[in-house]
């Protein structure tokens, strides 16, 4: 802090307690200030007593030459005074792991998240008494994380364990970069997740369509055989594969016009005959061959 004319750097009397553990016996000793200035911090404080910096050190300098029994005081207070708040932060610190660990949070639907912090955010603004007409919703990663930490975890009841503790400032500030980390973890784990899940549904109805006009899929081709066998143990005594394939290409949902258009699981090529179509769906277990007059449907 300087003065208006920038001459002289000023200490404040907090910083000389502070700082330089001075007592108040002791700056009653320096003297009055040499200047008084409004609170910039708190309209309603006291105002700051500041002392020149000069004035300060050579009022040091005399102690140390005249009352050195003062500066002895002076430095076995400091020095008890870091060890007290050293101590105080390694307890701080222990505590904060604790806490830390403590940190449990609700599974939760990915898709939903981004609705559910939207809705809590006008709610929390509506609450506050804010005009919402002249508020922007702008959805966020921030958004959803900052949902979940305040609504789905037990952050904020853990954010009261650290009050009053040595350093909860910078406790603060490392509890939510943690938190929040943890959170975007299990996001990132429920985001692949869904992303899998999507794209093997994806896989999967691809699989189930024809690749190419007028081919079935392995799949779509094992449908139509099963759906064929059922039909002639209905409607056959003695059966053949004969009625098997005629009743698949009278099917008219499958489109079925011979086992050289069914492709190989693998989609590579067709068979090549409806005996190698058979061994596929024997070795898949779709279905159950004994004689040709015993074929049923797994």
């Known amino acids: ?42 309209r309603k404080a006291p105002p700051l007593q500041l002392f020149r910096k000069e004035r300060v050190e050579e009022f040091l300098e005399g102690l140390k030459k005249e009352h ?6 002076m430095y076995a207070r400091k020095t008890a005074s870091r060890k007290a708040v050293r101590t105080k932060r390694e307890k701080s610190e222990l505590i904060y792991d604790t806490i830390l660990q403590k940190l449990d949070i609700q599974d939760f639907n990915i898709e939903e998240i981004p609705k559910l912090a939207e809705a809590q955010f006008w709610g929390y603004k509506s609450f506050l008494g804010k005009n919402i007409d002249e508020l922007e919703w702008k959805p966020s990663l921030n958004a959803d994380l900052a949902y979940i930490r ?8 853990l954010l009261r364990e650290i009050k009053g503790k ?3 400032g910078e406790l603060y500030v490392r509890f939510k970069k943690q938190a929040n980390q943890i959170i975007l973890e299990k996001y990132n784990r429920k985001r692949e997740e869904l992303d899998l899940l999507s794209a093997q549904l994806i896989d999967q109805e691809l699989s189930e ?11 779509k081709g094992i449908k139509c055989l099963q759906e064929a066998v059922r039909l002639v143990e209905q409607s056959y005594e003695k059966r053949s594969l004969e009625h098997v394939e005629e009743t698949m290409r009278n099917l008219p949902s499958f489109n079925y016009r011979g086992p050289e258009f069914i492709l190989k699981p693998d989609g590579s090529k067709p068979f090549s005959s409806l005996n190698e179509f058979l061994d596929y769906a024997k070795a898949t277990g779709a279905i159950h061959i004994q004689t040709i007059e015993s074929i049923t449907v797994r």
Do not use: C, R
Request: aromatic share 10%; charged share 25%; proline share 10%.
């Open 150 to 157: 305040h609504i789905l975890s037990n952050y904020d009841e």
């Open 166 to 168: 040595v350093g909860k």
């Open 209 to 219: 369509q024809s690749p190419k006009d007028g081919f079935l899929t392995f799949q």
């Open 1 to 42: 802090m300087t003065t208006e004319e920038g001459t002289y750097p000023f200490i404040p009397k907090s910083t000389l307690k502070e700082k330089y553990h001075l007592t108040e016996k002791v700056i009653k000793l320096l003297g009055a200030p040499d200047k008084v200035a409004p609170n910039p911090h708190y």
């Open 68 to 73: 050195p029994e003062i500066l002895e005081k």
